[in-house]
């Protein structure tokens, strides 16, 4: 018998707006479920309805039975009874989901004593055991840490802990892995695995990402636009798909890589040599401050025309080095030469508004809502490097008319409809807006675009289409990009070489085909086996192909 | 620019203004503000019109009519539609002068307050460094000051030669309200800006090559300006109330004019409301909903402006 089936679940809100449109699903004991589909499917919808979470604006129908009980027809108290103590949640953003006040042990604790009556001293116990089975190290030590002390995977092992404190029969995982690096993803998902053998519970699995679910799923259902697309073993699914969506969805999911035919490099453009830098560890103010080093004797060069990949862990220093790229930031020692000049270093001030080369590095963020100001239009946005490289160039500013034009041939150039320059950054999907932020960048004429995480927030096809574009923005304009990743495999679609950083230092580089067939470090080993899905059909040019139906 | 070039296109382009007035009015709390808020601009406008039409002078005494043969004032009638005070003024018309007055003193205090404190939180939160550390403790010095103790003083100063005050007090009161309120708009702007330069839009500007007023004025102002504008009109009426205290403890607008403070100190002092109560319930009113009006407003203004809502729609 199934644990958890659904039937006829259709939710709606207000009367004719329907989210999710009579889905049926089930999930048997002790197997993995992944539910993957873009945002906005309905497939974290339809498990927060399992769990009686939804707004209460939202009319549910349909039955819902879990363990012989028939949920759809339980109370708040009832459905109470349930979570928690038989249905464990995980959810996608760890930051917001523990309390940052109270300790991690305390917040454990609360979750079992939502359901049971338990002793001091066994509740420790068990709590210190929790932490321990999650892979928290030094338990007893943290056991009183805020969730500030955590980086994001810990506190996602925390939330792990809470979720199989009772242990539950099924548990919600939605998205638990998105927000986090590749490597740690890696990590976060072998320990669900592990857990659920240990326990014997259900997964279901939540996912954007076909390619994530390949690891860890025994069935696998797609969702789009509130329907169910297709659902089936994991194995047949990804194999033979009988959807044409669940093809692109499985397409997308691995990078094309686009570098095949790498542009011949010969002039250098810039130079770091030899780049060290540290920043004083904020303590408590009668503590000495002893500085942590972010960066230690960087060199390397970057060409005219090449896609240079930095990947390395978040903390490995790779967003400071891009700072001091742009001249956000300065090095401590070392020097940084733009088109054999000077650029930065110690002694040397930052570029300021005045600087002739100021247009020539331009910066490509990770987060496209706060790198577009909200309060000005795309048209507007755009405008202002425009009429900056006007004066640049030609000593004044342009009519309006040419600006027009100007800001219409940018749009096109990132593949943006002309009618977007009326339009608020927040009426812009991300992609559009990463497009937005690349058109601003290009209006400057730079010769450098530093790209720090700038696919990342993305989703996976959306990601592919941000790659393609700046693939084929070197190809037309000859531009140097260095492309700051966690992600290897994106790294690896776009890139002519790669550097791996790690603690601020660059332990490794060469093409991509270097890295990832001989790898030298263990390290980059490791963020090449983050890689998920590493065991889909593939052809000799690294690209997926599934069978055709 | 290129405001021109976004006018050329057959976009849908509703006018900004229009959308935010038509929010604002839909907001249940910002719709009463800004009635009683218009009500009260109204009646201040008046007020000339109807002493004018009652034939009562603000300061003009009707001892005689108004006045019982006890001399105990007189309630409601034709001639005295609120009633009249213990020295047969009409308390309708001072009333209304008194409106003016409070509005007179409390607006340009708390906007003079706010450009301050624009000001200063600009310059500390943007330049951060040693010119932070300057404007924090500056308003830290001028928060730490006791208000009616340091109002005191000063008015008392004022009050110096045979010629009358040095100054006309109701500037020193707006002096006095600025001096006490710019602080708060000071700290509020800077930890706005200072959220604000952590911004990816800020460092992409900063990377072309814009200037530093030119990204606080395209920039950082515009972002700040609709929460400082909620702040206005949260310390309007506090420097409302500021007004009628200094005036009720007979160092703001000086009699025989009328202002919302001394009357109802002349109402305490005479103790005359016992039998009369309609000259002390007048004016209390209406600062009670002058203050009403505004808190309405401002809590309304910031439903529909809040930078968060309108951030990730």
Known sequence: MALLTVRNLTISLNPGNTLVRAIDFHVEPSETLAIVGESGSGKSLSLLAVLGLLPAEMQVQGEIVFNGMALHDFNAHQKRQIRGAQIGYISQDPLSNLHPLKSVGRQIEEAILAHQRVGRKALRHRVLALLEDVGIRDAARRYHDKPAKFSGGMRQRVMIAIAIALNPALIIADEPTTALDATVQASIIKLLQRLQKQHGCALVFISHNLRVVADIADRVVVMRHGNIVEQGEKQTLFHHPQQQYTRTLLQAGWHQHESSQRPVLTTPLLTVEAVSRSYPLPGYFWSRKRPTQVLNDISFTLHRGEILGLVGESGSGKTTLGKMIVGLDSPQSGTIDLAAKPWAGPGISRPGHQHPLRHAVQMVFQDPYSSLNPRRKVGDILAEPLQITARREQGKLLSASELQQAVFTLLTRVELSPELINRYPSQLSGGQRQRVVIARTLGMKPQIIVADEAVSALDITTQHRIIQLFSRLRAETGLSILFISHDMDVVAALCDRILVLEAGRIIEQGSPEQIFQRPQQAWTRRLLEAIPGTQLPFNEGGNYEPAIA | ?313
């Not at chain 2, 205090?109 to 624009?118: E, F, Q, R, S, V």
């Not at chain 2, 500056?138 to 100063?157: D, Q």
């Not at chain 2, 300006?225 to 607008?253: H, R």
């Open chain 2, 1 to 313: 620019m290129s405001q021109q070039l976004l006018s050329e296109l057959p976009e849908l382009a509703t006018s900004s203004s229009r959308i935010f007035w038509c929010r604002l009015w839909r907001d249940k709390s910002a719709r009463h503000g800004l009635i009683i808020v218009s009500l009260i601009t109204l009646a201040a406008l008046s007020a000339s019109l109807v002493a004018y039409l009652l034939g009562h002078g603000e300061t003009e005494q009707f001892r005689d009519i108004a006045l019982s043969d006890m001399g105990i004032p007189i309630g409601p009638t034709a001639a005295f539609p609120f009633g009249a005070d213990d020295n047969g003024r009409d308390v309708l018309v001072r009333t209304l002068y008194g409106v003016r007055v409070s509005l007179l003193v409390a607006v340009p205090a708390t906007t003079l307050a706010m450009l301050i404190g624009l000001f200063v939180g600009l310059i500390g939160g943007y330049q951060g460094g040693k010119i932070d550390a300057v404007c924090q403790q500056l308003i830290n010095l001028v928060l730490s000051f006791p208000f009616v103790v340091t109002a005191l003083s000063l008015l008392a100063l004022n009050q110096g030669g045979e010629n009358g005050p040095h100054v006309s007090p109701s500037l020193v009161v707006i002096f006095v309200i600025t001096f006490f309120s710019w602080g708060y708009f000071a700290r509020l702007s800077r930890g706005l800006v200072l959220d604000l330069r952590q911004q990816d839009f800020i460092h992409a500007a900063k990377l072309m090559g814009v200037p530093s007023w030119r990204i606080l004025l395209r920039d950082v102002i515009p972002a700040v300006l609709p929460t400082i504008g909620v702040f206005w009109a949260i310390q309007l009426p506090a420097n409302i109330v500021a007004e009628a205290t200094l005036s009720f403890l007979g160092v703001g607008i000086p009699a025989p004019n009328a202002s919302l403070g001394n009357m109802i100190a002349d109402v305490q002092r005479s103790a005359m409301y016992q039998v009369q109560p309609w000259f002390l319930a007048t004016p209390a009113l209406t600062l009670f909903f002058i203050v009403l009006g505004f808190n309405y407003l401002s809590s309304g203004l910031r439903n529909v402006l809040d930078p968060h809502l309108e951030y990730r729609q």
